[in-house]
């Protein structure tokens, strides 16, 4: 009987990305010409970063995706290998591996990502083995591929494992994946979305109540994050920094609630923690760039500047 996978911290099932990052003075209006300010080939995707965010972390890790035959695909391996997460790449021959275009506006940080994926990259429920899943402490899923993060997190589910969902947009199946989620910390728009109400206030607990979460949240770019825990809301608001690229942010802030939850600490604790490391992440280029070692975590929390809060505290404590 071969020997049991090894027990690691964190699992992910999800999304890696290579990403072709393009620096530009401004963003370009239509059917002009402008030169850039540099350009840079480098890893990204939600679950990947996150995961390895995580590794820096001193938290053993476990990636599982796919990727195509192509340069890009070497370098996932190799970055995975270098940072030290234990990755499960499955190769499609053929394939080119997920990429993106990504302008960042320098005066701003603000980037618009142009995206492809090919459909053969879809990660299949029969791909995965139930141990990938089971032999960790807890589970992050970004739900790209809804079929296979459902499965993953159904296991997760009966073996007491909790599920941390980074979910941006309603995927064909994504409220059969969130019966099994029991921390969804979304995209600022998705709990509209998903419930068509636009008031966070009145979203998230609706949200919180039909599919039984243990937390509905949402990040909220330069707002901070938001979150609901079934009796009360908790928010953070976000970090000042000098902004060189927003690139990956909410996938290392996702990667810092699940460090921050493996710690045993409190939501509004994990919310700040997870706001500062995002922020961190944001001053320099690329998914990863800016992941930053726990004491400039801390440090920035005991001492950072912030963004004006967007939720009066009374507002918040009305709503409960």
Not at 38 to 47: D, R, Y
Not at 202 to 219: D, E, N
Request: charged share 20%; glycine share 8%.
């Amino acid at each position: 009987m071969p020997d049991p996978l090894p027990l690691v911290d964190v699992a992910g099932v999800g999304l890696n990305a290579t990403d072709t990052l393009i620096r530009l003075p401004r963003f370009p209006a239509l059917d002009s010409k402008m030169e850039i300010l540099s350009s840079h080939f480098l890893p990204g995707g939600q679950v990947a970063s996150a995961l390895v965010a995580c590794q820096s972390w001193g938290l053993r890790t476990r990636y599982v995706g796919k990727v195509g035959t192509d340069p890009a695909a070497d370098l996932q391996r190799s970055e995975f290998a270098r940072a030290g997460v234990e990755a499960h790449l499955l190769s499609v021959p053929d394939c080119t591996s997920q990429l993106a275009y990504i302008l960042v506006d320098q005066p701003s940080g603000e980037r618009t990502i142009l995206w492809s994926r090919d459909a053969r990259l879809t990660l299949d429920p029969a791909e995965l083995r139930r141990e990938w899943v089971t032999r960790a402490r807890a589970l992050l899923l970004d739900g790209h591929d809804t079929s296979a993060a459902s499965l993953a997190a159904r296991w997760a589910r009966d073996a007491s494992i909790p599920v941390v969902a980074d979910l941006d947009n309603l995927y064909p199946g994504v409220e059969a994946l969130l019966e099994n989620v029991d921390y969804l910390i979304a995209s600022r728009d998705f709990p509209a979305r998903l419930t068509g109400q636009p008031d966070l206030t009145k979203s998230l607990p609706a949200i919180h109540l039909r599919f039984s979460c243990r937390v509905a949240g949402v990040t909220l770019g330069a707002g901070g994050a938001l979150a609901w825990d079934g009796s009360r809301f908790h928010y953070a608001p976000a970090f000042r920094v000098n902004t060189l690229d927003t690139t990956g942010a909410g996938d290392i802030f996702h990667g810092a609630f699940v460090y921050a939850l493996l710690q045993g600490w409190p939501l509004s604790r994990q919310l700040e923690f997870s706001c500062a490391a995002a922020a961190l992440n944001c001053t320099a280029l690329g998914a990863r760039g800016g992941i930053r070692p726990l004491s400039e975590i801390e440090a920035l929390i005991r001492s950072g500047p912030r963004h004006p809060s967007v939720f009066n505290p009374s507002t918040l404590d009305a709503s409960t």
